[in-house]
């Protein structure tokens, strides 16, 4: 099962863009990264997913190189509400659905 | 997606008790989710719950201690039997939606649990 492996923290300003680099060397082949974003006393929620190269949605874009040993969440022009926990999973479709959360980063935006 | 509520939000037990916490999902969904989350700490899988076959643990986690019932597409129990203070956590619940075009999964509120 891949590991994942990211910064325990972030600080940034409101209004700069922060991105937030997950390692997954051991990634499988049929392996998707997913990232999700937890406030304090409410469940995980997702933020995006890929496979490959770029995906870009309302919230955030995520870029991912061609050995896929590595992915970066790129959150533009954040606010004092992206203050959160962000988690890089490496979702496990061989052999059965399985999804485990690393420790996560905890961003704190400041004003 | 998929609207998730738990029940109890939060509850205080006596060691030696056992507390059953529901999960309750607004669409039939084929794969369901335990975890548990310390505070401060990042969410650790318990079990896996599908519907019509037995509950799957993650090492670690036993059936005698944390039974799981799923009986239809929309609704889970966990048990949390013979609490310690250790238990002391959050308990999640999350699914799979079957229309889900990613592996997403959609996570309950939790269920604030405190052991004395």
């Known amino acids: 099962l891949a590991k994942t492996t990211q910064p325990i923290s972030m600080d940034s300003y409101e209004g700069q863009e922060v991105n937030i680099t997950c390692s997954h060397n051991?990634?499988?082949?049929?392996?998707?990264i997913t990232w999700y974003q937890q406030f304090p006393s409410q469940g995980p929620r997702f933020i995006i997913q890929?496979?490959?190269t770029k995906v870009t949605n309302e919230v955030a874009s995520l870029f991912i190189p061609a050995d896929r040993k590595s992915s970066t969440l790129s959150l533009p022009r954040v606010s004092l509400s992206d203050t959160a926990v962000y988690y890089c999973?490496?979702?496990?479709?061989?052999?059965?659905?399985?999804?485990?959360f690393g420790a996560g980063t905890r961003l704190f935006v400041k004003a | 997606s998929a609207v998730i509520s738990q029940k109890p939000s939060r509850d205080i037990c006596q060691r030696g008790t056992s507390l059953t916490i529901q999960c309750q999902v607004d669409?039939?969904?084929?794969?369901m989710f335990w975890y548990r989350q310390q505070p401060g700490q990042s969410l650790t899988l318990i079990a896996t719950?599908?519907?019509?076959?037995?509950?799957?643990?993650e090492s670690g986690f036993v059936i005698d201690k944390f039974p799981i019932s799923r009986p239809n597409l929309t609704f889970s129990t966990l048990t949390v039997s013979n609490m310690s203070p250790e238990d002391s956590s959050i308990y999640l619940c999350?699914?799979?939606?079957?229309?889900?075009?990613?592996?997403?999964?959609?996570f309950g509120p939790g269920t604030r649990l405190t052991v004395l």
């Open positions: 999350s699914v799979q939606p079957r229309t889900a075009s990613t592996d997403t999964q959609y």
């Open positions: 051991n990634i499988a082949t049929n392996d998707y």
């Open positions: 999973l490496v979702d496990q479709r061989t052999g059965g659905f399985k999804t485990i």
């Open positions: 890929g496979y490959k």
């Open positions: 719950a599908n519907q019509g076959s037995e509950a799957t643990y």
């Open positions: 669409s039939q969904v084929t794969m």
